[in-house]
T-cell receptor, first 114, second 116 residues
Framework: AQSVTQLGSHVSVSEGALVLLRCNYSSSVPPYLFWYVQYPNQGLQLLLKYTSAATLVKGINGFEAEFKKSETSFHLTKPSAHMSDAAEYFCAVSDGTGGFKTIFGAGTRLFVKA | DTGVSQNPRHKITKRGQNVTFRCDPISEHNRLYWYRQTLGQGPEFLTYFQNEAQLEKSRLLSDRFSAERPKGSFSTLEIQRTEQGDSAMYLC??????????????FGQGTRLTVV
């Protein structure tokens, strides 16, 4: 069975500071990993995905994540936070079977202080 | 390609009433998924279709819930005899078996259900 653990339900950073959102996964097969962002009362928008190619994945809006198999981690980073980054972020895993059924973490809400 | 479309966006219903939601996936996407998201939680998988066949159902999908995709295009999710615990955002997603879209699911904006 697959699972995702997001460390920290809330993260607060100052505008311009580094953003680091932590995600650890469990999967019995090589995983596909995703980060999604969700704004209030909106659906999910894909930020980036790892599909067994490069371990450092670059996404939209300046975000990137690094797949570390030895640590079973897929942390999301952004060098400089912007006010518009304030949202809920979800890490997710899929094994590529079951029609890309995706298992989500509980989410991390990012607050950005001016 | 207009993305995954869900209707209605919001639904308020009285406890005990039946509700039905509709999802129109991205055209040509073979697979369609339903998820439920409660406040402060990540989305939870409910069920998925490949074309018109419902291939998997979560244990979260009680017998009051039924999903269909009769022609392999749009899908409906019906909840009978709604309960307050059904209040949630219901998300639909679709994916393709081939092409560049075969490694991710694309999500709609969701239908927010409030049972009063």
């Amino acid at each position: 069975a697959q699972s995702v653990t997001q460390l920290g339900s809330h993260v607060s950073v100052s505008e311009g500071a580094l953003v680091l959102l932590r995600c650890n996964y469990s999967s019995s097969v090589p995983p596909y990993l995703f980060w999604y962002v969700q704004y209030p009362n909106q659906g999910l928008q894909l930020l980036l995905k790892y599909t067994s190619a490069a371990t450092l994945v670059k996404g939209i809006n300046g975000f990137e994540a690094e797949f570390k198999k030895s640590e079973t981690s897929f942390h999301l980073t952004k060098p400089s936070a912007h006010m518009s980054d304030a949202a809920e972020y979800f890490c997710a895993v899929s094994d590529g079977t079951g029609g890309f059924k995706t298992i989500f973490g509980a989410g991390t809400r990012l607050f950005v202080k001016a | 390609d207009t993305g995954v479309s869900q209707n209605p966006r919001h639904k308020i219903t009285k406890r005990g009433q039946n509700v039905t939601f509709r999802c129109d996936p991205i055209s040509e996407h073979n697979r369609l998924y339903w998820y439920r998201q409660t406040l402060g939680q990540g989305p939870e998988f409910l069920t998925y279709f490949q074309n018109e066949a419902q291939l998997e159902k979560s244990r979260l999908l009680s017998d009051r819930f039924s999903a269909e995709r009769p022609k392999g295009s749009f899908s409906t999710l019906e909840i009978q005899r709604t309960e307050q615990g059904d209040s949630a955002m219901y998300l639909c997603a679709s994916s393709s078996l081939v092409g560049s879209s075969n490694t991710e699911a694309f999500f709609g904006q969701g239908t927010r259900l409030t049972v009063v």
